[in-house]
């Protein structure tokens, strides 16, 4: 059974650094991208970083030059470094693995809240 758990959220002052991991168990075939979601409340879930198999990464503008996307295959796992973060930062935080059949899996989410 394919299982993805996130841990490093909670809450943080604007201005603030968090962490976020997730480490995926259960998956057969090789991951290719690990990916980062947000959703804020009464919003969709949207791309908040991606990082592909190659180390190429990419953001959404919002984020850009703030979080930083990195990952340890050895260890299935992705990270999110979060600095600077904003009010607007806060929201549920999903991590998303894509595998080479093209399967994709989902955490539980993670709430991070960012006060002003």
């Known amino acids: 059974q394919v299982q993805l758990v996130e841990s490093g959220g909670g809450l943080v002052q604007a201005g603030g650094s968090l962490r976020l991991s997730c480490v995926a168990s259960g998956i057969i075939y090789t991951i290719n991208s690990m990916s980062w979601y947000c959703q804020a409340p009464g919003k969709q879930r949207d791309l908040v970083a991606t990082?592909?198999?190659?180390?190429?990464?990419n953001y959404a503008d919002s984020v850009k030059g703030r979080f930083t996307i990195s990952r340890d295959n050895a260890k299935n796992t992705v990270y999110l470094q979060m600095n600077s973060l904003k009010p607007e930062d806060t929201g549920v935080y999903y991590c998303n693995f894509g595998d080479r059949i093209g399967q994709r899996y989902w955490g539980q989410g993670i709430q991070v809240t960012v006060s002003s």
């Open positions: 990082i592909t198999s190659g180390g190429e990464t």
